[in-house]
C-alpha cells in the first residue's frame, strides 16, 4: 500500500527561505551553524530551513530569559503586560491571511481551517491580555492577631515544547498565559512547523515585548527539546505532544523537582445513541474525527454507535467521507490537506494495515491514487472494531476513525472509558437524562453533548488518566505559571514570650 505509482525524486518547486530563531530579541542562527529542512506536505518540497538549535543554543535562550525577568518582566506592571498581549493579537488580525497561508503551507492543513487558527490565536492573547489585570492573591482569616496573605507570584522561566497540528495556535495557548502572569519564554516549536512563530516573532519587539521575554528556539525533540527541558534555570515545563515524549520530560524533570504540565492526546470516543438527530450525528462523527487530517489530541477517532442505528451510520458516514476533497490545502475547496510529513503519514499507514486485520473496511483504507505529490491519506472508517484492537487503543493522528456498536447506556460508558487516555469525549442524544448521566460517567478532561471538538479559550484544556495533567486554557493555564506565597504579618506587638 505504501508503494503508489508516484514520480520518483523530489519536487522542488519553490524558493528556500532560510530562517533563524529569536533570542534575545534578535534573529540568530544555531551556533552550530546546522539547519534543519522545513516542507511543504502538499508538495513535498523544501520551503524553508531553520536553525538547528541545540543545548548551547538553548542556554543563551535561558539566559535571555533569566536576565528578561530578573531585571524587568518582573516588574512590568499587570496593565502593561495585558496591553502588551492585546497588541500583539491586534497584530494576528491585520496579518491574517498571510499567517493563514504560511500556517498552510507549512502545516498541510486546509486554508479555511488556518484562517479560523489565526482567529484563535488572536483571541487567546486577547483573553489573557484581559485576564492580566485580574491576577490576584487572596487575603486569609487566620485566627491569630494577624493579617495572612496568599501571594501570586511568576514561576520564572518557561520552558514550552509544542506540536506540528495547531502551530500557532499551541504556541498561543502556551506563550499568553505565562506572559500574562509575569513569567519568560523559550518556547519551541515542532521541527517540522517552526515558520508561523518565526513569523510572528517579527512584530515582538513592535508591540513592545522586551527582548529575551520570549524567545523561540527551533531544532528537534532530542537536539534543542531535551536540554531545555533539564536545564536549571527553567522553573517549568509545558509540553504538548506524545505520550511517549511525556514520560521522558516526566522523568528527566524529576531529578530537578521542575514542575510540569503536559497534554499527551487520547483516543476519545464520540458516543451517538439512537436517539441523536441523525444527519447531525454523521457529520458529527466525520468532522470529529477527520478535522484537520485527524491531526488532533482530542479527535473523536473511536466512534461508540448503537445497534438501532449502527448500519444505517456506517452507510451513511462511508457515504459522506467520499465526498470529502483532499487536495493542496491552499486550494479553498480542499476539506483535508496531507498529513505533515512522511513520518506521519507512514505511521498512519501501517495503522490502516493493522486496522485491516482488525475490522471491516466501510472506506479509505489508503494512500490516494489521483494526487501524485503529498503526504495523503484517505478518510477512512473501519467498522465491528473491537474496542480493545490496536486501532481502538492507540493514537492514530491521522484520519482513521474505528466505528465499535454497543447495545445501551451502560455498555456505551464501559467501552468509552476502556482506554488509558481521557482527554475528550462527545455523547449524542436528545434525551437531557441520559446525555448528563453520561457526562458524569465519563472519565475525560472535555465532554461535548451534540457536538464534538469547538473550542474556546474561556474552558479549561486538558486530560485525566494518560491524557496527561495541568489545564490549558481559562484562568486554568494561568495556574500552571505561578507560585503561591504565604505571607503571616504578625499585629500582636508583644508575641513571643516564649523562652
Ligand atoms: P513528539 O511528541 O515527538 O513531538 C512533540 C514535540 O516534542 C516536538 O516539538 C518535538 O520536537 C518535541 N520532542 C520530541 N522528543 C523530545 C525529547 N526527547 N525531549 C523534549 N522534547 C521532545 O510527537 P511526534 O513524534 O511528532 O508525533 C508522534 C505521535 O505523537 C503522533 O502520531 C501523535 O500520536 C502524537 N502527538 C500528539 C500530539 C498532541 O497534540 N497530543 C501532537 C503531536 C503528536
Ligand atoms: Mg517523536
Known amino acids: ?50 536553525p538547528a538549535g541545540d543545548a548551547k543554543d538553548v542556554d543563551r535562550a535561558v539566559r535571555a530569559a533569566t536576565s528578561a ?74 485566627p491569630a492577631e494577624a493579617m495572612a496573605f496568599a501571594l501570586r507570584e511568576p514561576v520564572g522561566v518557561a520552558g ?83 505520550a511517549e515524549v511525556g514520560k521522558l520530560i516526566m522523568r528527566a524533570a524529576a531529578d530537578q523537582l521542575k514542575r510540569v504540565s503536559l497534554e499527551l492526546g487520547g483516543k476519545s470516543p464520540n458516543i451517538f445513541f439512537n436517539d441523536a438527530d441523525f444527519e447531525n450525528a454523521v457529520d458529527g462523527a466525520l468532522f470529529g474525527t477527520f478535522i484537520n487530517q485527524g491531526e488532533v489530541c482530542s479527535a473523536g477517532s473511536r466512534v461508540l454507535v448503537q445497534r438501532d442505528i449502527y448500519r444505517k451510520f456506517i452507510d451513511a458516514a462511508a457515504a459522506k467521507a467520499k465526498t470529502i476533497k483532499l487536495g493542496n490545502g491552499l486550494d479553498r475547496e480542499t476539506k483535508m490537506g496531507p498529513l505533515v510529513s512522511s513520518e506521519q503519514r507512514d505511521r498512519v499507514v501501517r495503522y490502516l494495515e493493522i486496522g485491516r486485520g482488525e475490522g471491516k473496511l466501510a472506506v479509505g483504507g489508503g494512500i490516494p491514487k489521483a494526487l501524485d505529490w503529498g503526504w495523503y491519506v484517505e478518510p477512512t472508517i473501519f467498522y465491528d472494531v473491537d474496542n480493545s484492537a490496536t486501532i481502538a487503543q492507540e493514537e492514530i493522528f491521522g484520519p482513521v476513525m474505528s466505528v465499535i456498536p454497543f447495545t445501551d447506556e451502560a455498555e456505551a460508558i464501559r467501552i468509552a472509558n476502556a482506554t488509558p487516555y481521557g482527554l475528550a469525549a462527545a455523547v449524542w442524544t436528545r434525551d437531557i437524562f441520559k446525555a448528563f448521566r453520561v457526562v458524569k460517567a465519563l472519565e475525560a478532561g472535555i465532554v461535548w453533548v451534540n457536538h464534538m471538538q469547538p473550542t474556546f479559550v474561556e474552558a479549561p484544556w486538558g486530560g485525566y488518566k494518560a491524557s496527561g495533567f495541568g489545564r490549558e486554557l481559562g484562568h486554568w493555564a494561568v495556574e500552571e505559571y505561578l507560585e503561591t506565597k504565604q505571607v503571616f504579618i504578625n499585629l500582636d506587638e508583644k508575641p513571643i514570650g516564649w523562652y
Open 160 to 242: 514550552q515544547i509544542i506540536p506540528w497540528n495547531y502551530p500557532l495556535l499551541m504556541a498561543a495557548w502556551k506563550i499568553a498565559p505565562a506572559l500574562a502572569a509575569g513569567c519568560t519564554v523559550v518556547l519551541k516549536p515542532a521541527e517540522q512547523t517552526p515558520l508561523s512563530i518565526l513569523a510572528l516573532a517579527q512584530d515582538f519587539e513592535a508591540v513592545g515585548i522586551p527582548p529575551g521575554v520570549v524567545n523561540i528556539v527551533t531544532g528537534d525533540g532530542p537536539g534543542a527539546g531535551a536540554p531545555l527541558v533539564v536545564h536549571p534555570d527553567v522553573r517549568k515545563i509545558a509540553f504538548t505532544g506524545s
Open 1 to 50: 500500500m505504501t508503494s503508489t505509482a508516484r514520480p520518483s525524486g523530489r519536487n522542488q518547486t519553490s524558493r528556500v527561505v532560510r530562517h533563524q530563531m529569536y533570542i534575545g530579541g534578535r534573529f540568530e542562527d544555531a551556533l552550530s551553524g546546522g539547519t534543519l529542512e522545513v516542507y511543504d506536505p502538499a508538495t513535498e518540497g523544501v520551503i524553508a530551513t531553520c
Open 69 to 142: 525577568f530578573y531585571g524587568g518582566w518582573r516588574k512590568v506592571t499587570a496593565q502593561e503586560r495585558g496591553r502588551v498581549l492585546l497588541r500583539l493579537a491586534d497584530r494576528i488580525r491585520a496579518r491574517r491571511g498571510e499567517l493563514a497561508e504560511l500556517e498552510t503551507r507549512n502545516s498541510g492543513k486546509p486554508i479555511v481551517e488556518a484562517e479560523y487558527d489565526m482567529d484563535d490565536t488572536a483571541t487567546c492573547f486577547e483573553y489573557y491580555g484581559g485576564l492580566a489585570t485580574k491576577i490576584n492573591g487572596e487575603v486569609l482569616p487566620v
